[in-house]
């Protein structure tokens, strides 16, 4: 029985962005080859053996769990079905993955974080227009991206950036 899976991507380079297919097929039985398409780089190359590396390692079982930093928990436990393990130090994973430490899974209520996600101290209520600045703003702030707004005095640069900010 064959398996294809197909993931768009995408690459910078520099500022640019390029889009990237990539394309995977496992036939049970049959151990996978892994071909690499256009002109990469040697790192890229060697992805060949750690690819086969980790699928001759990894058990049929497939994803039980996830081992990440406490610190981002919370986003991870919104994915169901899996196991999320948070760990504070690398001795942390040691002794949870030779089963000498016993770290419980994080779990976490949805409906609460919905809830709870849904009250702001600030918005861009005052602000009328400049949808593409509150759009550009607003992805900023999901990504913790840092932003340079440039523009003629009273285009509304310092509103944006103060209806934007927490206190």
């Not at 990539?22 to 060697?46: M, N, R």
């Amino acid at each position: 029985m064959a398996g294809l899976g197909k993931v768009k991507s995408v690459a910078a380079y520099g500022i640019e962005a390029y889009v990237l297919e990539i394309e995977v097929c496992v036939t049970k039985g049959q151990f996978p080859s892994t071909v690499v398409i256009g002109l990469p780089d040697a790192a890229v190359k060697e992805c060949r053996d750690r690819v086969k590396a980790a699928l001759k390692n990894c058990k049929a079982a497939g994803l039980k769990g996830l081992i990440l930093p406490a610190e981002n928990a919370s986003e991870a436990a919104i994915v169901k079905g899996i196991d999320v393990i948070p760990v504070k130090t690398l001795s942390d994973t040691v002794g949870f993955l030779t089963n000498e430490l016993f770290i419980s899974p994080f779990t976490l209520n949805l409906a609460d974080v919905f809830s709870d996600s849904s009250h702001y101290e600030v918005d861009f209520m005052d602000i009328k227009g400049q949808e593409h600045v509150k759009r550009a703003l607003t992805i900023a702030a999901a990504g913790n991206h840092n932003v340079l707004m440039i523009g003629p005095p009273g285009s509304g640069k310092t509103m944006c950036w103060h209806r934007g900010s927490l206190p």
